[in-house]
């Protein structure tokens, strides 16, 4: 890839769908926060919450916060 086209992609943003689970598993390893996830519509506003949720109530080390 070129410079100039490296920046443009890294200073887009995109949309993609991820399945809850992906979201989750995303969510648990602290690659993925909250704060970085924005709802497009009431149904995934729904998915993130319940997967927030979730992995916020896990046994193990919470990353949400990392």
Do not use: F, R
């Amino acid at each position: 890839m070129t410079p100039a086209l490296n920046t443009e992609i890294a200073a887009s943003k995109v949309q993609v769908e991820l399945s809850s689970h992906v979201l989750k598993q995303l969510l648990k390893s602290g690659l993925l926060h909250g704060e970085d996830c924005k709802c497009l519509n009431a149904s995934a506003k729904q998915v993130i919450w319940q997967a927030l949720l979730a992995t916020s109530t896990d046994d193990k080390e919470s990353h949400l916060c990392a």
